[in-house]
């Protein structure tokens, strides 16, 4: 199955939480759109590995996506080794996005930038026709996404371009809240965290209208470039 845009992040809900609303438009733009989940959280303060993974599908569905998977890397122990990023490798040749969404290189949480380092060489490494992957039992081919673009988690970093995520906020909201086991629940008796506080959902929604308000909209979600984006005129560009 080919996709359009494959998201990928180190924890079930960090996509939700970062690129969801821009995940769910190119959904209704007729786009493919695939996540893979670095790991199962299972090292979170709250939920279980189980929860999570029953959490993942709820939001998978709310969304609308053609496509999810877990590489079921260790929780705390990302790294780019050489079998870590053949899975990774092995998923991209398998499904062929167009594009990657990835974390930022710079983060507070060390596993957001592992798994930024993990994706960077997985998305090189997809080209190079000399690694050789298989997928039940065949060869597959050398393929390299033609786009990487970073979503934006906990640092803030001045983006290369903003989605408009306005009509899509509302269902963005109800992934997040999918994932139960994570957000505010005075009927819990699990230990506290930042997301857990009542307060958090309403952070999400002040950031998203912060970014809106730069390009004139209620809600953005913002992207960072490594490289130039081409567009084909002046005309294009919605400013």
Same mark, same amino acid.
């Given at each position: 199955? +080919?996709?359009?845009?494959?998201?990928?992040? @180190?924890?079930?809900?960090?996509?939700?939480?970062?690129?969801?609303?821009?995940?769910?438009?190119?959904?209704?733009?007729?786009?493919? /759109?695939?996540?893979?989940?670095?790991?199962?959280?299972?090292?979170?303060?709250?939920?279980?590995?189980?929860?999570? @993974?029953?959490?993942?599908? =709820?939001? @998978?569905?709310?969304?609308?996506?053609?496509?999810?998977?877990? *590489?079921?890397?260790?929780?705390?122990?990302?790294?780019?080794?050489?079998?870590?990023?053949?899975?990774?490798?092995?998923? !991209?040749?398998?499904?062929?996005?167009? /594009?990657? *969404? !990835?974390?930022?290189?710079?983060?507070?949480?060390?596993?957001?930038?592992?798994?930024? =380092?993990?994706?960077?060489? @997985?998305?090189?490494?997809?080209?190079?026709?000399?690694?050789?992957?298989?997928? +039940?039992?065949?060869?597959?081919?050398?393929?390299?996404?033609?786009? /990487?673009?970073?979503?934006?988690?906990?640092?803030?970093?001045? $983006?290369?371009?903003?989605?408009? /995520?306005?009509?899509?906020?509302?269902?963005?909201?109800?992934?997040?809240?999918?994932?139960?086991?994570?957000?505010?629940?005075?009927?819990?008796?699990?230990?506290?965290?930042? *997301?857990?506080?009542?307060?958090?959902?309403?952070?999400?929604?002040?950031?998203?209208?912060?970014?809106?308000?730069?390009?004139?909209?209620?809600?953005?979600?913002?992207?960072?470039?490594?490289?130039? !984006?081409?567009? $084909?005129? *002046?005309?294009?560009? +919605?400013?």
């Amino acid at each position: 199955m +080919n996709i359009d845009v494959l998201a990928i992040g @180190a924890h079930p809900d960090d996509i939700e939480l970062s690129c969801g609303g821009t995940i769910i438009k190119l959904v209704r733009q007729g786009r493919r /759109v695939g996540i893979v989940d670095v790991t199962q959280g299972e090292l979170g303060t709250r939920g279980s590995r189980e929860i999570r @993974a029953e959490e993942a599908r =709820a939001a @998978a569905e709310v969304m609308g996506i053609h496509f999810r998977t877990n *590489l079921a890397i260790p929780d705390g122990n990302i790294d780019k080794t050489p079998e870590y990023v053949l899975r990774l490798v092995t998923v !991209i040749r398998s499904v062929r996005p167009q /594009v990657l *969404l !990835i974390p930022h290189s710079i983060d507070r949480h060390p596993d957001h930038e592992s798994t930024h =380092a993990l994706c960077r060489k @997985a998305w090189f490494d997809s080209g190079l026709r000399r690694i050789e992957t298989t997928e +039940n039992g065949q060869p597959q081919e050398a393929f390299r996404p033609r786009a /990487v673009y970073h979503y934006m988690q906990w640092h803030q970093f001045e $983006p290369s371009f903003i989605v408009d /995520v306005t009509e899509t906020y509302d269902v963005r909201v109800a992934a997040m809240r999918a994932y139960r086991s994570q957000f505010y629940d005075p009927q819990s008796d699990e230990p506290g965290t930042i *997301l857990s506080t009542p307060e958090f959902i309403e952070s999400i929604r002040t950031r998203l209208e912060y970014y809106g308000n730069k390009i004139g909209k209620k809600y953005g979600e913002p992207f960072y470039s490594l490289t130039p !984006i081409a567009i $084909p005129d *002046l005309f294009t560009l +919605n400013t």
